[in-house]
């Protein structure tokens, strides 16, 4: 099937990265080309956007996507926790922006057999990286019932997750648990009657999320690679983040404030003896929202929270 996904606040992101033509660009979770073939029809002719995708799926449709611009583009096939490597490759040193569309892609979740979706039977797969060899269903199958009870209740926030873990245990027991209806069906049993009638979204929904995170280390790739980002920006420069729960948006808004403040001294000393100075500002100060609109024609925005951080050149006003 086709690479089809509705990019996400696209507008709010253009304005948020506040392109200048000649500047240069990565868009680090590059997907179908949604938000970078806006970004690369702003660029002039001594602009640059570097695209990185992990999924082969995605390098295939935004170069195609993106062909029209091929002599502004350079894609990479990475994780965007390499961003610093590749683009020392290029022989780039700073950028003007860096966006990341955070999350599982409308593609991944609409092709079945990439097991990304609890409402498709499929294997359990789940890898955004289809080189890396583990996949969902080694999670499932060879975890202990602490281990996934963990990572559920971490990474799915959920609130069954101890009852669910011991129902896989069990059923793993007999034969390995292979497809996604497989799951789905035992976290069914794992939620009472009751409660699966009262919630707003799929039963499956936050173990399939735990289980996506932890297989793709998505909390710590994100964690670990903030502090790089903003280093590589000029002065001036943005990085735009679109999260998608509130795991990743803590991780990024923690993230700005450090930035932002990053004085480690006593409360009660009179003036900062650290040297630790501010990079920065987060701008606006609050997540930027989707709109009613928006939230209407695309569900999957509904979720979804903008924050934007400006690189400051030393003198940041507070």
């Known amino acids: 099937m086709g690479f089809e996904h509705i990019s996400v606040m696209l507008q709010e992101c253009i304005d948020g990265l506040a392109i200048k033509p000649e500047g240069i660009y990565v868009d680090g979770t590059l997907g179908g080309a949604g938000h970078s073939f806006h970004i690369a029809s702003a660029l002039g002719e001594k602009g640059l956007l570097i695209g990185i995708d992990q999924d082969e799926a995605a390098i295939k449709a935004a170069t195609e996507k993106l062909a029209p611009f091929k002599d502004r583009i350079k894609i990479v096939r990475s994780n965007y926790a390499n961003m610093k490597d590749v683009l020392a490759d290029m022989g780039i040193v700073k ?127 994100l964690k670990n690679s903030l502090d790089d980002m903003v280093d590589i920006l000029n002065p001036g420069g943005r990085l735009c983040i679109i999260t998608f729960h509130s795991l990743e948006d803590r991780i990024v808004k923690h993230s700005f404030r450090t930035n932002e403040d990053p004085c480690i001294c006593p409360k009660d000393f009179p003036v900062c003896v650290c040297g630790r100075k501010s990079k920065g500002k987060a701008v606006p100060r609050k997540a930027i929202l989707p709109s009613e609109e928006e939230m209407g024609a695309n569900p999957r925005s509904k979720s979804a929270k903008l924050r934007i951080f400006v690189r400051g050149d030393g003198e940041v006003d507070k």
Do not use: C
Request: proline share 3%; no cysteine.
């Open 95 to 221: 950028v003007d922006g860096i966006l990341l569309d955070l999350g599982v892609s409308s593609h991944q979740l609409d092709t079945a057999d990439r097991g990304f979706s609890y409402m498709q039977d499929a294997p359990l797969d789940m890898r955004m990286d289809q080189r890396q060899g583990k996949t969902a269903a080694d999670i499932v199958n060879t975890y202990s019932e602490k281990e996934l009870t963990r990572i559920l209740r971490t990474y799915g926030e959920e609130k069954y997750a101890a009852k669910i873990s011991q129902l896989i245990v069990q059923a793993r027991s007999t034969a390995p648990i292979q497809t996604t209806m497989e799951l789905v069906a035992i976290i069914d049993k794992a939620i009472p009657a009751k409660e699966r009638r009262a919630m707003q979204g799929h039963p499956a929904k936050r173990t399939f999320q735990g289980i996506r995170i932890e297989l793709n280390a998505e909390l710590d790739v």
